[in-house]
């Protein structure tokens, strides 16, 4: 049966899409527009129902196969634990096996069907051969009677009865008798380490029911909690979920069949059971609460066995003693053996149904509405709860109040023992988070980078509100279809793309986004991201799956753009399938656009080549566009893409866009795309050159996700991009043919030559990312030839000339450092990080003049740069020429400083310090320094600040001897300053790439203007 019906689901899955999309649009109608008080509900409740009707009828035949063989093998009275425990277990380690074997074998090899069909099929083989197994007879069932009616019961039973009854007990069982003498046996050995006391409650079985689902309860609870609390650690992927899973059935496994190879001559089950759920829920508000540097030093995202390991170190004990409590609650309500199966599958179903009410709790309301932390403390509350209930009412020994004294107070002592903020401590770990928010799938949170706020989900990218290619996201496709009126954005993002369509005079825009968390969070701090647009008459958030809406809804679009880049991610990739395009399709009107990113950052050539050609069969009419390592594919089922003369000139006549498009991907002014060589210099090939480059490649489908399953190679495996660049390359197509009309022969040479730098760009962008990763991690001897060579293919490239200034600065290269850094500010003027890490290297050399003009300037581009205010604020409270100090000036800079780090980073606290003791305010001054000190936890820095207590205590301001200050370009404050860097090991060099670094590390030139 189970067999029949899991290779129906497939189809079932299918058929229900019908009566799904008949209502879709209209009850999404009703609740967008509140016309209903359940019309909130009527989708997601009508999904679930259709959903249930597909799994439903195969995971009951599931849940009944476990109590069949209980009762099958279950026949002593005195070993109920030992065949449960086994049995539990080895099914157990086959679901294990079979998750393992699903996730990184059978799903990415042959697909999700195939996969499905292959179970099924294993199913009927296993279901077949039972049928011809000969199996050993099971005990007669015994009818259960109440207590007061046994003796009647058992007078009516004659004995020519009794005598027939035993016949039926096969003969086979002798053996049963002779274990059960050797149990009695155990038990006369061991009968002086236990007490023989009466049960206290006259029907403990009922009890256990209760605590059995308690336990069902915390168990999918903290599963749930797990799978939240890893995305603060790692990078979610197909893999993550796959090893959370085989992690946690491999713990049940070891856990049962510890039990069953133990436990069953222990007499206080009541006890045992108690213990085994206090010390589960202890164990995981432990390990969820332990510093996230803990676990941050054992991380690594991209490597796989890194991930199993920190799983396991959180998962696999709790996991263990989640999997001993089966066999010991069974043994406890089983005192018959012929009523195993009847006991096991009553307990079964109801530690179902406790893990399904945990689960939707903690998923839907409890973490969304009270967040992490509390979460945690409600659920390991209730887990503690079925200990105490099964020492208090299971158990009498003396020893269990000292249990329940022991285990609420390591409840209530380990919170403030290790006072860990979820999930704050994990998204603070720079000292730079702004707000978050823990919503039903995510945690949205914003950091602060410098001069600008960063938006992440799950600790991923997902934008800033410093101006990045995510706007051309809307513009090169509006641009291109010339009059879109009705325009879909998928994923929101910081909304850098959805806002821009509003410049281009849309009627009606729509943004369907996942999360809800993220829409709150925007709004809130709506003038840092400029989130005014959200409130826009003809804008409508719609909160659902992009992949579902589309599939679903009957509106028509002139433009849909994907917003969506990170593929590596669960379900992300299903937006890149032939079956995808294909429902999108209709959701356009003849000529509308359907706009996507291709993040060659996660591709190899070939993941390149498939998703370019499932995307041309679906629309043969397309271009590929340059947007940075997220190129753009813009297709439509209509006529082909053209570009007009008139919508190109209106990025140089519109003066809203042109002020907009004053941007440039990789260069300063003379790479702005408000020109128009430069914005047609993104032009790449059209729908000849997309075809050839894709000719023979793999598609992508929905049951074969291939973009989730790839193997993560880093960018020196993926050879920096060349293969991709170059198979671009061999298949470009001139500029002309995207023109509806001809331009002139100089604007298609230039952007030409704009177009050869543009692609030339990304190959020294990913130089300048495993150089600048190795910066990060102080390596500097070997990021600086990464560096270097990011310079020789792109000399425009101010980030990789920034990045050779902090190199060289960390290397004690002063001279050269400001050579760089000055390098990038003449290629881009307005280049804040440049500026700011130059004023720093300035005051390093004593060159304070300097130092204050590049930071005035940042504070003129950026008046709330948290650097350029400390920095400026420290040289005007503790500089040693009297001249240049500025008491109240400071007192300013460093008090909006603290208000905008909202008084958690220690140094802008020192440096309020500073401020407020040149300012003769010594009383706030200590108080701020203490404060500074709490937080910063020790170190040499620490000293530094006590020694300024000091000063304050004897009403002295402090004041910096003329030595060099200890700050350095590069160095955020609250960061330590970089190990020594002569302690660097000067052999370990960078493979040597195609483009051969210059001898003579001199920067290069920009170009003239």
């Known amino acids: 049966g189970v067999g029949i019906l899991a290779a129906l689901t497939p189809l079932l899955f299918h058929l229900v899409q019908a009566p799904f999309g008949a209502v879709y649009d209209q009850w999404l109608f009703n609740y967008m527009n509140n016309l209903s008080p359940l019309s909130g509900l009527m989708l997601p409740a009508f999904r679930i129902l259709l959903i249930t009707v597909c799994i439903l009828p195969t995971s009951i035949l599931i849940g009944g196969t476990l109590p069949l063989f209980c009762r099958q093998y279950v026949r002593q009275t005195s070993t109920v634990a030992r065949p449960v425990g086994w049995l539990y277990g080895i099914n157990t380690l086959g679901a294990a096996c079979g998750c393992a074997c699903c996730g990184f074998l059978m799903i990415p090899t042959l697909g999700i069907d195939t996969s499905i069909y292959l179970a099924a099929f294993l199913n009927l083989l296993v279901g077949l051969t039972a049928m011809q197994l000969k199996m050993p007879a099971i005990i007669p069932y015994i009818e259960p009677v109440v207590e007061e009616e046994e003796e009647e019961e058992n ?409 969506i880049g990170q593929v590596f991610r669960p379900g992300l990739g299903s937006f890149y399938t032939r079956e995808f395009y294909e429902a999108a399709k209709p959701r356009l009107r003849k000529n509308g656009i359907l706009c996507q990113f291709i993040p060659i950052k996660f591709l190899t050539k070939e993941h390149f080549r498939s998703l370019v050609g499932t995307f041309v069969d679906a629309f043969p009419n397309s271009v590929l566009w340059y947007n940075t390592h997220e190129l753009l594919l813009l297709g439509t089922p209509g006529d082909p893409i053209k570009l007009s003369p008139a919508r190109l000139a209106a990025i140089e006549l519109d003066e809203r866009l042109h002020e907009d498009l004053a941007y440039a991907y990789w260069g300063g002014p003379d790479h702005y795309l408000n020109q128009r060589h430069v914005f047609l210099g993104g032009f790449l090939t059209g729908s000849t050159g997309l075809k050839k480059l894709s000719s023979g490649a793999r598609r992508q489908k929905d049951n074969l996700p291939l973009l989730e399953y790839m193997k993560n190679l880093n960018l020196m495996e993926r050879d920096f991009h060349k293969p991709i660049v170059e198979l671009i390359q061999e298949n470009l197509t001139s500029p002309a043919s995207i023109l509806s009309e001809q331009l002139s022969e100089a604007d298609i040479q230039a952007g030409t030559m704009v177009r050869d730098e543009n692609l030339r760009s990304i190959v020294s962008s990913a130089y300048l990312e495993i150089g600048s990763t190795m910066f990060n991690q102080r390596d500097y001897l070997r990021c600086v030839p990464y560096l270097l060579r990011a310079v020789n293919y792109l000399p425009a490239n101010a980030e990789a000339n920034f990045f050779l200034g902090n190199a060289h600065g960390a290397l004690n290269n002063l001279d050269l450092s400001t050579v760089y850094y000055q390098q990038a500010i003449a290629i881009r003027p307005n280049y804040v990080r440049a500026h700011t890490h130059l004023a720093f290297m300035l005051r390093r050399m004593g060159q304070t003049e300097g130092a204050i003009e590049h930071f005035e300037r940042v504070l003129e581009l950026t008046p709330v740069n948290i650097q350029a205010l400390f920095g400026l604020s420290q040289i005007r409270s503790t500089h040693p020429d009297a001249a240049i100090r500025n008491a109240a000036e400071a007192l300013q800079l460093a008090s909006t400083a603290a208000r905008y780090t909202q008084g958690t980073n220690p140094q802008i606290l020192m440096a309020l310090g500073d401020a407020f003791a040149a300012n003769g305010q010594f009383k706030e001054a200590i108080e701020v320094a203490e404060q500074a000190i709490a937080r910063m936890g020790g170190g040499l820095q620490t000293e530094g600040i006590r020694q300024r207590i000091a000063f304050y205590r004897q009403k002295r301001p402090y004041i910096e001897q003329p030595a060099l200050p200890n700050a350095f370009p590069g160095q955020n404050p609250g960061q330590p300053a970089p190990a020594n860097p002569n302690s660097a090991n000067p052999e370990q060099a960078a493979p040597s790439p195609l483009t051969p670094a210059p001898s003579n590390p001199a920067p290069a030139k920009p170009p003239q203007s």
Not at 294 to 301: G, I, K, L, R, V
Not at 307 to 335: D, E, H, N
Request: aromatic share 10%.
């Open 155 to 563: 007078a009516e039973v004659t004995p020519s009865e009794q005598q027939e009854a035993a016949e039926e007990v096969p003969a086979a069982d002798s053996s049963d008798d002779e274990q059960q003498a050797d149990d009695d046996d155990d038990y006369d050995d061991d009968e002086e380490y236990y007490e023989d006391e009466p049960w206290t409650l006259s029907n403990p079985s009922r009890v256990m029911a209760i605590l059995f689902f308690m336990c069902g309860f915390t168990a999918l609870a903290n599963e749930v909690l797990w799978t939240r609390f890893l995305s603060l650690i790692l990078h979610n992927t197909v893999y993550t979920y796959t090893l959370t899973l085989t992690v946690i059935l491999l713990g049940i496994v070891l856990g049962s069949i510890l039990t069953a190879s133990r436990f069953d001559r222990v007499q206080r089950h009541g006890l045992l059971f108690g213990c085994v759920q206090a010390a589960n829920a202890i164990l995981v508000l432990l390990a969820m609460l332990l510093p996230a540097s803990f676990w941050a030093q054992w991380t690594n995202s991209s490597d796989t066995s890194s991930q199993l390991y920190l799983i396991a170190a959180i998962m696999l004990v709790p996991s263990i003693l989640s999997g001993m409590t089966f066999p010991l609650a069974i043994r406890f309500v089983v005192s018959e053996p012929s009523h195993a199966g009847v006991s096991v599958g009553r307990m079964v179903a109801l530690n179902t149904l406790g893990g399904i009410i945990g689960s939707l709790l903690v998923g839907f309301i409890f973490l969304p509405n009270t967040g992490m932390a509390l979460t945690l403390k409600w659920t390991t509350g209730v887990g503690l709860l079925a200990g105490v209930g099964s020492w208090m009412l299971l158990d009498t020994s003396t020893l269990r109040l000292w249990l329940v004294i022991g285990s609420a107070f390591c409840w209530l002592a380990i919170p403030y023992v290790m006072p860990t903020d979820l999930p704050r401590d994990y998204l603070n770990q720079d000292n730079n988070l702004v707000a978050f928010r823990e919503g039903t799938g995510s945690t949205v949170s914003i950091l602060r980078d410098e001069a600008y706020n960063v938006l992440e989900i799950d600790r991923l990218w997902q934008g800033t509100t410093e101006r990045t290619h995510q706007a051309l996201a809307a513009h090169i496709p509006a641009i291109l279809h010339e009059r879109p009126e009705d325009v879909l954005v998928v994923g929101l993002g910081p909304g850098q793309t959805a806002r821009r369509f509003l410049m281009h005079g849309v009627k009606k825009l729509d943004c369907v986004e996942i999360e809800p968390s993220l829409v709150e969070l925007l709004q809130i701090h709506g003038e840092d991201f400029q989130a005014e647009w959200l409130n826009d008459p003809a804008v409508s958030i719609i909160f659902d799956d992009g992949r579902n809406y589309i599939t679903h809804t009957k509106t028509q679009y002139d433009i849909i753009s994907i917003e």
